[in-house]
């Protein structure tokens, strides 16, 4: 069946520093790709998506694209901050799921001032 | 202004109680979802409405009884708690089709003692 892989966390990162979380899926059809962010206590964020190869979602300075060839979407961000400390969720939605998300295990990131 | 809203946030009770879980949304999505984040934070799918109508049930025992009196409310009753029940509760939206989004509300944390 479909399945999500992410790069097993904890990362610690120093303020400022370039991050890349990695997320590789498994999946029939056509999915869309997602990126959540949790910080702690609270529910998931919707930080970017993309719903078709080649497609790069963006927000609040993070990026990734949907490569297809290498079923990618890796989260990428140039700078980050501590309060960007939160557990990050890559999903796919679609294909032959029927509308459910299909979560990788989450990256909890740590960023030290 | 809370798109999906849950109550009650905390729930905390004895083995072989009966719970509820509410959930609402405003954001006029047809959809609405159950999912369960366990202690690793891993996020599985346990339901689906479609307006009203159940569309997934994830080999979720029977104990778990979704109820949508209307397509803004997904309620979760828990009957005969266990204490592998105990995890993070979280009730989302989506309107963009299989392929959409989803917006996350903010969680229930039930506690089995």
């Known amino acids: 069946g479909d399945s999500v892989t992410q790069m097993e966390g904890p990362v610690t990162l120093s303020e400022e520093a370039f991050l890349t979380i990695n997320c590789t899926y498994t999946a029939t059809g056509y999915p869309s790709l997602f990126w959540y962010v949790q910080y702690p206590g609270e529910g998931l964020q919707l930080l970017l998506k993309a719903t078709k190869a080649d497609d790069k979602g963006s927000n609040k300075g993070f990026e990734a694209t949907y490569r297809k060839e290498t079923t990618s979407f890796h989260l990428e961000k140039g700078s980050v901050q501590v309060s960007d400390s939160a557990v990050y969720f890559c999903?796919?939605?679609?294909?032959?799921?029927?509308?459910?998300?299909?979560f990788g295990q989450g990256t909890e990131l740590s960023v030290k001032p | 202004d809370t798109a999906v809203s849950q109550t009650p946030k905390y729930l905390v009770t004895q083995m072989g109680n009966d719970k509820s879980i509410k959930c609402e949304q405003n954001l006029g999505h047809d959809t609405m979802y159950w999912y369960k984040q366990d202690s690793k934070k891993f996020l599985k799918i346990m339901f689906s409405?479609?307006?009203?109508?159940?569309?997934i049930n994830e080999t979720v025992p029977n104990r778990f009884s979704p109820k949508s009196p209307d397509k803004a409310h997904l309620n979760l009753h828990i009957n005969s708690l266990e204490l592998g029940d105990s995890a993070v509760y979280f009730c989302?939206?989506?309107?963009?089709?299989?392929?959409?989004?989803?917006?996350f509300g903010p969680g229930t944390r039930l506690t089995v003692l």
């Open positions: 409405y479609n307006n009203k109508e159940l569309i």
């Open positions: 989302a939206s989506g309107g963009g089709g299989p392929r959409g989004e989803q917006f």
């Open positions: 999903a796919l939605g679609g294909g032959n799921q029927g509308g459910k998300l299909i």
